[in-house]
């Protein structure tokens, strides 16, 4: 392939895909090369949300084949990554900065977001519940109250949700 500058498009067009963003990220966490198996490990891991060493004989070979097939042959293509298929051998090639804005930040830190807005609703709605049935302290009249407060809680979880995806680079800009 001639070397070219990749446009915005292209760039878009290559990151468009969770795997290509991944390997890129563990490839620059790695200093830059490393084989293929460590690599599949890791993007099927992160796929999964659970540790390399729990990755499955099918996780892994769904990654590898896609990985093999198709997405490091295209990163090759567009000059970001030199492949050697043989000895799967991976080098990611300089000028990395430009496409720096187009990976996934802080993939083994995401947070289970799922799972504290299932905990802010269930508290909610027992809230809400012993309320109408005026078990304890809570009456009836304390419902509408149970509800502003939850609709707080899941505003609030929203907001930090939303913040913590926000790219680093946007949290250095508007400072």
């Not at 809570?138 to 419902?143: G, R």
């Amino acid at each position: 392939m001639s070397k070219h500058e990749l446009t915005q498009a292209e760039l878009f067009d290559v990151f468009s895909n969770a795997r290509r963003r991944r390997a890129v990220q563990y490839l620059k966490r790695h200093g830059g090369s490393c084989d293929l198996a460590p690599l599949v490990e890791q993007v099927a891991a992160w796929e999964n949300g659970i540790d390399p060493d729990d990755v499955t004989r099918t996780q892994r070979r769904r990654v590898y084949i896609s990985l093999y097939q198709t997405h490091l042959p295209m990163l090759e293509e567009h000059g970001i990554v030199d492949w050697d298929p043989d000895d799967h051998a991976i080098d990611l090639l300089p000028g990395d900065d430009v496409f720096e804005p187009y990976l996934d930040h802080r993939l083994e830190n995401q947070r289970p977001w799922h799972r504290l807005y299932a905990s802010v609703t269930a508290l909610g709605v027992i809230g809400v519940a012993l309320s109408w049935l005026s078990i304890g302290p809570l009456t009836a009249t304390a419902a509408p109250a149970i509800a502003l407060v939850l609709c707080l809680l899941v505003l609030a979880v929203s907001v930090a949700q939303h913040v913590s995806r926000r790219p680093e680079f946007d949290l250095q800009l508007a400072l």
